[in-house]
C-alpha cells in the first residue's frame, strides 16, 4: 500500500476502529494520550495521533487520522483500521487473496496467509490465516502440568451476611 508517497507493507484489520502507524512513517502528528486493546488483551499506549495520505493505484488519495506508534505492532509498520478502509471506499478481498478498495478494478495488494503469534508469560497462541484457525499452548511453571483439581464441593452457598443483597439481585 502506497502511503505519503512510500510504498508500505500493511494490514489490513477489520477489526480495528482506527489506523495505526509506526512513528517513521508518519512525519506529522500531536502529542496525544491514546491506547489500544491488543489482540493479547494488553493495553499498549500510543505515541501520538497524526495524519497519513493514502494513495491508490488510479491516483487518488485520502487523509486518514492515524495513531501513531513507537513499535510495529504484528510486525507491520501500517495497520490499516475501518476509518481508512471506509475512508477508501471500502475493501473487497476475491478468492485469490486480491485486495481491492473502493471501485479500483486492479488489485492493489496481495492477503498473505501470515501466521500471527502471540507469546504471553503462560501462554501461546498462533493465527494460522491459511487454516483459519489458531493453536493455543499454556506455559506450565518448571515445564510440568498442574496437577489435578480435587475439589469436593460443587457449589459454595452464599454467606449469611450477603443473603439479603444477593436474593435482592435475583428479584430484579
Known sequence: M???CVLTTALVD?????????VSCCSSWKQEVVSVLTVS???????????VRLHLSNGSSVDVDVLVVDSNLLGFPFILGMNGIMALGGATVNVER?????????AVCAAAATVIGVDEQDFSATYD????????????SQG???????NQIEEYSVSR???LVYEKELEK
Open 2 to 4: 502506497w502511503m505519503n
Open 14 to 22: 477489520t477489526g480495528r476502529s482506527r489506523c495505526i502507524v509506526h
Open 41 to 51: 488483551g494488553r493495553e499498549h499506549f500510543c505515541k501520538d495521533t497524526g495524519i
Open 98 to 106: 486480491l485486495v481491492r478498495f473502493g471501485k479500483e478494478d486492479t
Open 129 to 140: 490465516a491459511a487454516t483459519n484457525s489458531w493453536t493455543t499452548m499454556w506455559k506450565w
Open 144 to 150: 510440568v502440568e498442574p496437577g489435578v483439581l480435587q
Open 161 to 163: 451476611q450477603a443473603r
